[in-house]
Nanobody, 126 residues
Framework: VQLQASGGGLVQAGGSLRLSCAAS????????VGWVRQAPGKEREVVAA????????YYADSVTGRFTIHRDNAKNTVYLQMYSLRQDDTAVYYC????????????????????WGQGTQVTVSS
């Protein structure tokens, strides 16, 4: 599978953005997917992940209640809806995937993922 992330941009604090991760190649519904971000000078962190079944989720504490991940397998796309953005959400956001061992598994550390898309920059201004 190949992944393409899009939807980043410049937004004011308190604003919203929706990121998209479009997949091509092998059956997308066989993959668990995550959104991973990397801020300048910081390590990558998984901010949200979704199982291949689409009914199990993970959110980092820092984004819980503000970000929502969902997938549309018919469109081979996973979305990250981001609300109430803060300056510390500024980062390059990557989508990543891996075939899990069972349907409801989610991967919550960056090293778990095997396939990565290019990043999309999100910049939140004050």
């Amino acid at each position: 599978v190949q992944l393409q992330a899009s939807g980043g941009g410049l937004v004011q604090a308190g604003g919203s953005l929706r990121l998209s991760c479009a997949a091509s190649g092998r059956a997308f519904d066989t993959y668990a997917v995550g959104w991973v971000r990397q801020a300048p000078g910081k390590e990558r962190e998984v901010v949200a992940a979704i199982s291949r079944s689409g009914d199990n989720f993970y959110y980092a504490d820092s984004v819980t209640g503000r970000f929502t991940i969902h997938r549309d397998n018919a469109k081979n796309t996973v979305y990250l809806q981001m609300y109430s953005l803060r300056q510390d959400d500024t980062a390059v956001y990557y989508c990543a995937s891996r075939t899990p061992g069972y349907d409801r598994y989610v991967y919550i550390t960056p090293r778990d993922y095997r396939t990565w898309g290019q990043g999309t920059q999100v910049t939140v201004s004050s």
